[in-house]
């Protein structure tokens, strides 16, 4: 099947510790601009890009990612990667992808500025420029300049399958929204109510006092 008649599909890989407005934004505006017939939210198993040892349990960050996309309709998540024992290769996880789509879909993986960077230093590039394309979403913050230095080391095809998409941005960040729960300040308006209610009943990211 020739690449106009595929479908077109995103794949929004992240850690969603937890979901915020910032994912949901920059994934409706690649669906939007690209003309993605699905994005698939896809929350990271055990990463091994990220270290940081205190990732809360995969099935808090599942719920919530279920509970942030259920209003859109072009929005599904899978759970192939918590769902693996050991540590994720977010490339197998594109890998089974393409298998099971037979070469009917062509997957656009959708990414912040920061993160395309350190994908671009995954062992196993040149097998992830096969699997799919990228959408590569400005974030404030982080400089075009230094990720246009690393598109400079590119293969002329692997560069044209990365697509820079410029967009206002939103400066939420994962990491705030951890700090601000944990500093009982609000969160409304930064994620969607049911993450925030979920948060709030289910207790997260407030610090454990040791009584000992
Ligand atoms: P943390 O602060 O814990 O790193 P995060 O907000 O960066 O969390 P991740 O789960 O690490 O969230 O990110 C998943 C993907 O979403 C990454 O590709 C990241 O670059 C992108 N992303 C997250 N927030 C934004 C944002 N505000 N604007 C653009 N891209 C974003
Ligand atoms: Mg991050």
Redesign the pocket.
Known sequence: MDDLHKFKVGI??????P?????L??AECSRHSYGLAKVLFLP?GQPVH?N?PD?IDPAHRVRMTRLAIESNPFFSLSTVEVDRLGPTYTVDTLEQLHEKSAGTEEFYF???????MEILTWKDVARVFGLCRFIA????G?SLAALNKILNDLTPGQRAKIHIHE?G??????????MRVSHGEPIKYLVPEGVERYIITEGLYIPKINME
């Open positions: 929004m890989g992240g850690t969603f510790d979901i915020h407005y910032g994912h934004y920059i990271s990220k940081r990732i959708i990414t912040g500025a920061d993160a395309i979403v400005t974030r404030p982080y967009t941005g939103t400066l939420i960040s994962s990491t705030e929204i951890r």
